[in-house]
């Protein structure tokens, strides 16, 4: 699985994600639409459409920033999900965030045992809805907490420094796909926060 992962990623379209603040929109440049017989052969993921704007599983499969991931999906067997019609917001954690874990955590996650806790933590990522900057900074100024598909709420705050936190995680950017949007974050999502 590892070795497909990194071939998918090696022949995808290097995909960076800028930073968002000073209110106004961020973005990031589309990624190449992915081969996904590559990464899963049946299911909706298996599905080549190499004409349609990338949806949320491609754009991660595409970000090399989302390695990580996109082994939490794979391992949990969600990649259905982030194909389907949406619109779904996944808060998308970096590399950098997931080895914030204390050590052996990811590694303990991915073991087929752990498989339905692994996939709690990734369906606490995901929003029914499209919220892109705007979207979040509305729902922060009304003071609205944003229900995920976990059945959990997140708080959305905007600081003093202009910058946007969902659940305790900073957000780093926004990818718009087929099916909704990616939002880039540097840590995991916490309800508690």
Known sequence: MKK?????????????????????????PEAAPVKQTEVKTHGQAGVVDEDSQANILNIAIGSPDHTTLVAAVQAAHIEDVLVNAGPLTVFAPTNDAFAKLPEGTVETLLKPENIDQLKGALVMHAAPGNFDERGLRKEARKGRKLYMASGDYLTVVVDENDDIYVGGAKVLGFAPASNGMVVVVDALVDPTK
Do not use: D, K
């Not at 497909?4 to 990031?28: P, R």
């Open 4 to 28: 497909t992962l990194l071939f998918v990623a090696a022949i995808a379209t290097s995909f960076a994600f800028t930073s968002c603040g000073g209110g106004e929109q961020a973005s990031a």
